[in-house]
């Protein structure tokens, strides 16, 4: 008998907490960078830990983990910190950290792709594929835009949440949550 392991739940909670924060993010632009930045922070931190746990996952399969992960959920981790701990300069920041943070969660997420598409099946191998790209061409948009990231990053930070949100809800409910 396959038993459910505690990441699918992780991942399920991630992705609604992305998705309520997306949606907040666009019914309220205006307070959004102000008020959420701390809680941004939150998010960021969360998911670099959940990029350093699908690291150790892959390598207890693998015998090695892909080291993008790793590096893209320490990147997550000081990038939360820094939002946390500073919001107003995250809001001065954030033409520079949010752009670091969809690219190099987007890559993490490519970069383990194949295990996903063998665990968790076709659907999910798909959704995550096509997620991941969007985020890295927004991500590059906003590097090399910052003007039109500054002015547009309450929607496009709320876009990006619910993007990912989704993404790691398809995956919690996926069979990536079981142990084989």
Known sequence: MKRKSGFGIFELVIGI????????????PAIALNTLMSLFGVLAIIQGIADIVMFVKIERYSGFGPTISLIAGILSVMAGVMLFLYPRAGIVAISIVFPIWFIAHSISQLAHIDELKIIAGRATYYITLILSILGLILGILMIFRPLISMISASYLIGIYMILIGINAVVIAISNFGKRY
């Open 17 to 28: 907490l992305l998705i309520i924060m997306g949606v907040f993010t666009f019914i309220r």
